[in-house]
């Protein structure tokens, strides 16, 4: 999916003068080296789409807003080209399933959001690994009332709050 869009940006950029917009709906922007800093097209007056490179060239985001809010699936790259994170966002704030990279491409960790706060159950994981580092719960206000600590492999190491209880950890 991420390929086809790529494409799609680079089959709609203009093949002679790489200043000018394609269409009147999309903009460029570029770093003082010529390379493109940031492409926006904009679907329609509440609706864009922008895609942000690093000054060496390679893509950095890929977002999406609604009436100047971020919405729906974002993407972050690392310099280096892997996925950094991937998260859903609704009227500019974090909302449902979160994915955060290491470099490598192994996951770091998983959130869900709502409203711009953790809720419910996120996990850490370790970076060669990939085994779980910690088990997180959050109450809906955000605020950490479990944890659950493991080994690299993937042992169990401490455990700090109660499940059933809603008290905040510290």
Not at 116 to 135: A, E, F, H, N
Request: aromatic share 18%; proline share 2%; with cysteine.
């Amino acid at each position: 999916m991420l390929r086809f869009f790529i494409i799609l940006v680079i089959i709609n950029l203009p093949c002679c003068d790489w200043k000018q917009p394609v269409e009147p709906n999309m903009n460029t922007e570029f770093y003082d080296n010529g390379n493109i800093k940031l492409i926006k097209n904009t679907a329609n007056e509440n609706e864009f789409y922008t895609v942000c490179f690093f000054e060496s060239g390679q893509l950095k985001s890929i977002n999406k807003y609604f009436n100047n809010q971020l919405q729906g699936d974002q993407l972050w790259f690392y310099e280096s080209g892997s996925l950094e994170k991937k998260i859903k966002f609704e009227e500019d704030k974090e909302s449902g399933k979160g994915y955060y990279f290491y470099e490598s491409g192994t996951i770091q960790y998983e959130r869900n959001w709502k409203s711009g706060k953790k809720v419910g159950y996120c996990q850490d994981y370790y970076d060669t690994s990939g085994r779980i580092k910690s088990i997180n719960l959050y109450n809906i206000h955000g605020d950490l009332f479990y944890r659950k600590n493991f080994d690299r492999e993937g042992h169990f190491l401490s455990e700090e709050g109660s499940r059933d209880s809603l008290e905040v950890v510290e």
